[in-house]
C-alpha cells in the first residue's frame, strides 16, 4: 500500500464547475499536510498547507481530518488555469521536511 | 533573488555510466533535499543535506550518493545506471530548523534519460 494515495483521475471539468480532490495517508505519524501543484513539465510549487481546522484561500478550500487519515482539496469556479496536476503530500513527525508525495491527480478545466 | 537553480537541464546518458546533478538553492536556505520523479508519479525523497551531511535518506540504493559544500549547493551522483533512474530529478532548499510546515522551494528540475 503507498504511503499516500490519491484519486487517479484524469479530472476533466467545464470552466465554472466545483472539483474535488481525495487523499489518504497511511503513516498516523504525519504532523504535516500539504497540496502541491505542478504543471506540465514543471517542478512542483505549494498551492496551500492543510490544517485540522480547515483553510481557505480564494476559490480553494483544505481539509483534513486526522482521525480517518484524509486530506481533501475543494476547487471552485475552475478556471482555465487551473488546470495542473495535484498534488497531496504528507510530512512525519520530526522529518525536517522530508515530504512523501502521492501520484498526484490531473486536472483539466475546459472551456 | 535568486530561487533554486539546477544543472544540467537535461541529459542522456548510456546504462551502466555515471551522472553529477547540481544544485543552488535559494538564498539564505541552507538545506537541500533530492527527489526522484518518474513520469506519471509523484517525486520519491532521495536524500537531504545539511551541514554539509548527509541527514536523511529515503530508500534508495547506495549508487546514489551526494555532496553538499560549504556555499550550501549541493551534487547528486548516481553510479551504474540503469534504465530505470530515468526520471526528473528535483532539488528542493528550505532552512533547517525552520517551520516544519515551512515552504520547500523546488527548482526546475534535471531531466535524465538513460538509454
Known amino acids: 500500500r503507498k504511503e499516500v494515495e490519491q484519486d487517479p483521475g484524469p479530472f476533466n471539468v467545464p470552466e465554472g464547475a466545483t472539483v474535488a480532490f481525495n487523499c489518504t495517508y497511511s503513516?498516523?505519524?504525519?504532523?504535516?499536510f500539504f497540496w502541491y501543484r505542478q504543471d506540465c513539465r514543471k517542478e512542483p510549487k505549494l498551492l496551500m498547507s492543510?490544517?485540522?481546522s480547515g483553510n481557505e484561500d480564494g476559490r480553494f478550500t483544505a481539509q483534513l481530518n486526522r482521525a480517518s487519515q484524509y486530506i481533501s482539496l475543494l476547487i471552485r469556479d475552475s478556471k482555465l488555469s487551473d488546470s495542473a496536476t495535484y498534488l497531496c503530500v504528507v510530512a512525519a513527525s520530526g522529518s525536517a521536511r522530508q515530504l512523501t508525495f502521492g501520484s498526484g491527480t490531473q486536472l483539466t478545466v475546459l472551456p | 533573488d535568486a530561487g533554486v537553480t539546477q544543472s544540467p537541464t537535461h541529459l542522456i546518458k548510456t546504462r551502466g555510466q555515471q551522472v553529477t546533478l547540481r544544485c543552488s538553492p535559494k538564498s539564505g536556505h541552507d538545506t537541500v533535499s533530492w527527489y526522484q520523479q518518474a513520469l506519471g508519479q509523484g517525486p520519491q525523497f532521495i536524500f537531504q543535506y545539511y551541514e554539509e551531511e548527509e541527514r536523511q535518506r529515503g530508500n534508495f540504493p547506495d549508487r546514489f550518493s551526494g555532496h553538499q559544500f560549504p556555499n550550501y549547493s549541493s551534487e547528486l551522483n548516481v553510479n551504474a545506471l540503469l534504465l530505470g533512474d530515468s526520471a526528473l530529478y528535483l532539488c528542493?532548499?528550505?532552512?533547517?530548523?525552520?517551520?516544519?510546515?515551512?515552504?520547500?522551494?523546488f527548482g526546475e528540475g534535471s531531466r535524465l534519460t538513460v538509454l
Open positions: 492543510v490544517y485540522s
Open positions: 528542493a532548499s528550505s532552512l533547517f530548523g525552520g517551520r516544519v510546515d515551512g515552504e520547500l522551494f
Open positions: 503513516n498516523s505519524a504525519s504532523q504535516s
